[in-house]
């Protein structure tokens, strides 16, 4: 695997999924919704996401891993999959792909866009009462049901070769079926970063990037030390 290569390839995969789930966000709620997050908004918003994680793992997986979030990242150098200095680079080119996706959203749509803050990430909705501590729990959740699922079908060596894309597309739409409504189902700091330079949408911020790298370093020290570890001694 080229460092370079690979650093370059979360980039772009990551400009993808900030892109097209962002706009998917405009369309579902300022186009379709008539302002409001419809049920046929909320199924566009996460057949989008799933669809575009799923094709970034099969076009780069075999490249960079397609980890397309720190959250993802921060395990796989805890857990010694990956090198911290490469870990961090790959950090670094996902936050620079979200921003820069973002930046095409506000060139291309910048009224529309602001309607919904470019992405939804604003902070806990009325439907948890707009409670920080359920919010929190909410992003820890998918987050490690997340990773769990990365660790199973992408790092695990007896995973069903082929899947990958598949799966971890998979659970990206469940998370956001369920966690859209609630949190607007972040689970990835990169992706919730860089809407927000354009947004302003600061207030709950830090809610995006401490709970989805707590359940991600969660998932990934349960499932590597029971599963992959395992399954390699």
């Not at 309607?115 to 919010?135: C, E, F, K, L, R």
């Not at 409504?181 to 919730?192: K, M």
Request: net charge neutral.
């Amino acid at each position: 695997m080229s460092g370079s290569r690979a650093v370059l390839a979360e980039a772009i995969s990551t400009y993808a999924l900030v892109f097209f789930g962002s706009i998917s966000v405009v369309l579902g709620v300022a186009v379709f919704g008539g302002g409001e997050l419809s049920n046929d908004g909320l199924i566009l918003i996460s057949l989008t996401h799933g669809g575009v994680i799923a094709i970034m793992v099969y076009a780069f997986g075999s490249v960079s891993g397609a980890h397309i979030n720190p959250a993802v990242t921060i395990p796989m150098i805890l857990t010694r999959q990956m090198a911290p200095k490469l870990g961090a680079a790959y950090i670094a080119a996902q936050i620079a792909g979200a921003v820069l996706a973002s930046a095409t959203i506000a060139a291309i749509l910048p009224d529309l866009a602001s309607q919904v803050a470019y992405a939804g990430h604003t902070g806990p909705s009325d439907v948890i009462n707009n409670s920080i501590a359920s919010g929190f729990l909410v992003e820890v959740v998918l987050t490690f049901f997340l990773v769990l699922t990365i660790f199973m079908v992408a790092v695990h060596k007896r995973a069903a070769q082929g899947w990958a894309g598949f799966c971890i597309g998979g659970m990206v739409v469940l998370v956001h079926l369920v966690g859209v409504p609630l949190t607007g189902a972040s689970v990835n700091p990169a992706r919730s970063f860089g809407p927000a330079i354009f947004s302003g949408a600061w207030e709950f911020h830090w809610l995006y990037w401490v709970a989805p790298i707590i359940g991600g370093i969660i998932a990934g020290y349960i499932i590597n030390h029971i599963y992959v570890k395992h399954q390699e001694d």
